[in-house]
T-cell receptor
Framework: AQKVTQAQTEISVVEKEDVTLDCVYE???????LFWYKQPPSGELVFLIR??????QNEISGRYSWNFQKSTSSFNFTITASQVVDSAVYFC?????????FGQGTILTVHP | NAGVTQTPKFRILKIGQSMTLQCTQD?????MYWYRQDPGMGLKLIYY???????DKGEVPNGYNVSRSTTEDFPLRLELAAPSQTSVYFC???????????????FGDGTRLSIL
């Protein structure tokens, strides 16, 4: 069985601060895929990134960056220069053969 | 750009009533999923389908049924509603697994269901 642990339940920052959301994925599978989703206050789920277990290259997309380390099964998400619009619940998830297992989510609040 | 469409958006049921949550997607995705999200929690998989005529149980299937007669539609049925089924329900779809692996799932806006 797979397990996704998001270390922080809630994070509160002031605008322009950098913030890192931690995620650890536990599985016995050697091949797996990791995802981050954003759930803004409006409630929908927005796909942010997919990463496979073979690729440990960091990825950057604008103010977002992701760091995957297979040795520790961690897939951390950093928002640089946070903005109020980043306030949301962020979910880390992992799949084996298509079935997503979600973490419990991290509530990020960015104050102006 | 409809994507994944869920109806209704909100519903209140009485204990013991039945209802069907509708889900349709226009992206020609083979894979479809139903999740529930309880307050302060992540999503849990109820049922999934890898194609028309094929369904399988997820982590929390008890109290629910599904069918998949077409690629586009994947309704979720509650036969005897119970208070424990009060939740937000999300439908999702994805392309099938390919050489790049599991594909991202695209979610509907959710159905907020209360059972009183």
């Amino acid at each position: 069985a797979q397990k996704v642990t998001q270390a922080q339940t809630e994070i509160s920052v002031v605008e322009k601060e950098d913030v890192t959301l931690d995620c650890v994925y536990e599985t016995r599978d050697t091949t797996y895929y990791l995802f981050w989703y954003k759930q803004p206050p409006s409630g929908e789920l927005v796909f942010l990134i997919r990463r496979n277990s073979f690729d440990e290259q960091n990825e950057i997309s604008g103010r977002y960056s992701w760091n995957f380390q297979k040795s520790t099964s961690s897939f951390n998400f950093t928002i640089t220069a946070s903005q109020v619009v980043d306030s949301a619940v962020y979910f880390c998830a992992g799949t084996s053969y298509g079935k997503l297992t979600f973490g419990q989510g991290t509530i990020l609040t960015v104050h102006p | 750009n409809a994507g994944v469409t869920q109806t209704p958006k909100f519903r209140i049921l009485k204990i013991g009533q039945s209802m069907t949550l509708q889900c349709t997607q226009d992206m020609n995705h083979n894979y479809m999923y139903w999740y529930r999200q309880d307050p302060g929690m992540g999503l849990k998989l109820i049922y999934y389908s890898v194609g028309a005529g094929i369904t399988d149980k997820g982590e929390v299937p008890n109290g629910y049924n599904v069918s998949r007669s077409t690629t586009e539609d994947f309704p979720l049925r509650l036969e005897l509603a119970a208070p424990s089924q009060t939740s937000v329900y999300f439908c999702a779809s994805s392309l099938q697994r390919d050489q790049q692996g599991d594909q991202p799932q695209h979610f509907g806006d959710g159905t907020r269901l209360s059972i009183l």
